[in-house]
């Protein structure tokens, strides 16, 4: 069966360090992969989504940068993070043609 | 942007009564998809329903789709304190999908 792998759980970071997160997914292979931002009580923000090995598609211009190294591995970084990049962070493969996504459990991230 | 709207933004009800959420949507779709989520945990997909399906069931879930009128509703029958989660709706565009804000259900004991 698959399963998607995310982590830290939570993250509590200065303003200005560096972000790294990661996502990994096992028991398929050539996923659709994605990264979601969720501010508190509100709906589902796309950051980023993925095709395939070092393809990127951004959402929406901002801070962060996404990359996919491996195929089964897509991770979320910045150089120096903002107040603003604040939220809950959601990472979710999905097979190709509109099918159900599947969510990791999440990185609640706090910048002080 | 948002594709899904969901309405009410909270519903708050007691164990054993049906709940029923709506989700208003923009563009043509091939199949509408609902989720839950408990807080702070990520979304698990629910069930999906086919642009040429007018109503579907699974378990205590019926979810009704109505092209029409862009729209798609999402009924509970015999709430549980468990099904206290939010509740999206998601429409597919191509490699992405676009959910909506929620709603928040509490169902009490």
Redesign the interface.
């Known amino acids: 069966s698959q399963t998607i792998h995310q982590w830290p759980a939570t993250l509590v970071q200065p303003v200005g360090s560096p972000l790294s997160l990661e996502c990994t997914v096992e028991g398929t292979s050539n996923p659709n992969l994605y990264w979601y931002r969720q501010a508190a009580g509100r709906g589902l923000q796309l950051l980023f989504y993925s095709v395939g090995i070092g393809q990127i598609s951004s959402e929406v211009p901002q801070n962060l940068s996404a990359s996919r190294p491996q195929d089964r591995q897509f991770i979320l970084s910045s150089k120096k993070l903002l107040l603003s990049d604040s939220g809950f962070y959601l990472c979710a493969w999905g097979e190709k043609g509109e099918q159900p996504q599947h969510f990791g459990d999440g990185t609640r991230l706090s910048i002080l | 942007s948002?594709q899904g709207e969901e309405d009410p933004q909270a519903l708050s009800i007691q164990e054993g009564e049906n709940a029923t959420m709506n989700c208003s949507y923009k563009t043509s779709i091939?199949?509408l998809?609902w989720y839950r989520q408990n807080s702070?945990?990520?979304?698990?997909?629910l069930i999906?329903i086919r642009s040429n399906e007018r109503e579907k069931h699974s378990g205590r879930l019926r979810v009704t789709l109505d092209t029409s009128k862009k729209s798609s509703s999402l009924l509970i029958t015999a709430s549980r304190a468990a099904d206290t989660a939010s509740y999206?709706c998601?429409t597919?565009r191509?490699?992405?999908?676009?959910?909506?804000?929620?709603t928040?259900l509490t169902v009490k004991p």
Do not use: C, E, T, Y
């Open positions: 948002q091939n199949n998809q702070g945990r990520g979304l698990v997909h999906l999206f998601a597919p191509g490699n992405d999908m676009r959910f909506g804000a929620g928040r």
